[in-house]
């Protein structure tokens, strides 16, 4: 039963180079050379990471999350410019009073992504293609920037369809077709398989790369034992079937800082005293606002990025009492492991 899936038609939009896009648009003459927004490269030794950049700069290999030093070193001769995120965040509420207009039922994922199910919309994909056209016609005329669209039958293979579409352009996956073009992908387009699922999938099928149609030769109830329920769903999911709808949620909002330290240290007086000027920072901004809950980020020296979270009740407590908490967590990612710290970050969701 699980197995057969409820007709639907399912559109994603997905901004091009967003941040990157946007500051092409704010100045015209950077347009045609390499872009890189994120943070101060310092002639390589920034010690930030590139949050995106324009395809001309991935040309060189620059790509999001990588440090800022290495795309320097990739091409120095690039424009850095840095992350204007009042700008971004302005323009990502225009694009979505245009999705607003159109269409009811939508997903807001990022500042740049929406999931639209537009099967009360359509009657088939011809006409779901022209409305997906229609819309990225409209985002392109009122403010000057290429998006593009992905339509399938569910979620995933919406998406997996604008992946292949970008950029500037639009793709079409009919349902029937979803297992065939999954089938031919690495696991990891499955929403849900990082590097650890995608690890444990390998070895069991003796696969460094392991990809769907290799996955496709385990049962339901090996996936079951190798990863729990989720095994089952991703059972599906290697099918090209995603039951998942298409919901409005209610924004939760967040509010964070991070740090990164001008040298990746492990003293650890030096990390609290500056997490505690993050988490000052961060209760200025957040007010009277009520904490739902805390995050806490550290990037170690080989990059590796570990969080901990903890969810509040009703309760409102006062900040001490979340400042304690954040400690706790802070002192439980120091005590992981005997790496140096690059940054501490702290977020509170509001
Ligand atoms: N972003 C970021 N850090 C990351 C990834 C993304 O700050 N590690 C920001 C910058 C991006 C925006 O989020 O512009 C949207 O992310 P996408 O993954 O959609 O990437 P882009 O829109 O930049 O490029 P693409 O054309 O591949 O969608
Ligand atoms: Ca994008
Ligand atoms: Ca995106």
Do not use: W
């Amino acid at each position: 039963m699980k197995n057969i899936e409820k007709k639907r038609i399912i559109l994603h939009l997905d901004m091009d180079y967003f941040f990157a896009q946007i500051e092409e648009r704010e100045n015209p003459h950077f347009k045609g050379k390499p872009l890189v927004v994120g943070a101060d490269p310092k002639k390589g030794k920034g010690r930030g990471v590139v949050s995106t950049c324009n395809y001309e700069a991935r040309e060189y290999g620059i790509r999001s999350g990588m440090a800022i030093s290495r795309a320097y070193s990739l091409c120095p001769t690039a424009i850095f410019l840095p992350v204007n995120m009042s700008l971004y965040k302005r323009i990502s509420i225009s694009v979505f009073k245009i999705i607003k207009k159109s269409f009811s039922k939508y997903e807001k994922v990022s500042l740049d992504e929406a999931y639209i199910d537009i099967t009360e919309k359509v009657n088939n994909f011809k006409s779901a293609e022209i409305k997906g056209d229609t819309l990225r016609d409209e985002i392109y005329k009122r403010e000057k920037l290429r998006s593009s669209v992905g339509i399938s039958g569910n979620k995933m293979m919406a998406k997996i369809a604008c992946e292949l579409a970008k950029p500037n352009g639009i793709k079409v996956i009919l349902p029937k077709n979803s297992k065939k073009i999954i089938s031919k992908m690495g696991v990891e387009v499955v929403p849900g398989i990082g590097p650890k699922t995608k690890k444990i999938i390998g070895r069991k099928l003796d696969k460094k790369e392991p990809r769907v149609k290799d996955a496709n030769t385990l049962s339901k109830r090996e996936l079951k034992e190798m990863l729990g329920k989720r095994g089952e769903d991703f059972y599906c999911m290697f099918r090209g079937i995603d039951h998942s709808p298409v919901e409005e949620k209610r924004e939760i909002k967040s509010i964070g800082r991070e740090h990164t330290f001008q040298e990746d240290t492990r003293d650890s007086a030096k990390i609290i005293e500056t997490f505690k000027k993050i988490v000052n920072e961060v209760f200025e901004e957040a007010k009277n606002k009520k904490i739902k809950g805390i995050t806490v980020v550290c990037r170690f020296e080989d990059f590796q990025t570990r969080t901990r979270q903890i969810s509040f009740d009703a309760k409102r407590y006062d900040n001490d009492f979340y400042y304690k908490k954040g400690i706790s967590l802070l002192l439980g990612l120091l005590t992981e492991n005997n790496k140096k710290i690059r940054l501490v970050g702290f977020r509170v969701r509001v």
